[in-house]
């Protein structure tokens, strides 16, 4: 599955959030029962799908003694964790744990990114469009070139 573009969106009353059509189409064409997990990852709301889930929570099982960062990324991971339906319009509830982890007030950006989708404030959105970047030298160590 993957995610691609952003759509700026506003939470109702009850913190509920319709996705763009496209992020709806790809999750209920793929996923029969149209349920994803959302958890909070970076400082963002994040939404996987439950394989994803179940193959990371194994992987990170697997890890003989994690760094202390590595435990309270595995904590924040697992206390973020709710599974929520996708409905046929598209619309997600997101709790208010994760709209409290995730700094969400009303306005909110829906960002596609790959293998995932993540929710992210309006504010830290218009943030990270403010960020220069220069990743040049990581590009090249792992061969990648941008077509342009």
């Known amino acids: 599955m993957k995610f691609r573009g952003h759509a700026h969106r506003s939470l109702d009353d009850k913190g509920r959030l319709i996705l763009p059509p ?8 793929e996923l029969p ?22 193959k990371l929570e194994s992987e990170l099982e ?15 991971l697992n206390l973020g964790y709710t599974e929520t339906p996708v409905g046929k319009q598209g619309r997600i509830a997101i709790p208010a744990h994760l709209r409290k982890s995730g700094k969400l007030d009303r306005d909110v950006v829906v ?32 061969n990648v070139s941008l077509p342009f």
């Open 62 to 76: 697997s890890i003989k003694s994690p760094s202390r960062e590595l435990q309270n990324t595995i904590r924040l």
């Open 22 to 29: 496209e992020f709806r189409d790809t999750i209920r064409s």
């Open 111 to 142: 960002i596609g990114a790959g293998r995932r989708l993540e929710i992210w404030s309006a504010e830290a959105f218009e943030n990270l469009l403010d960020q220069d970047y220069d990743v040049s030298s990581e590009l090249a160590e792992n």
């Open 33 to 54: 029962d149209g349920v994803i997990v959302l958890t909070i990852f970076d400082k963002h709301v994040i939404g996987i799908t439950p394989e994803q889930w179940n």
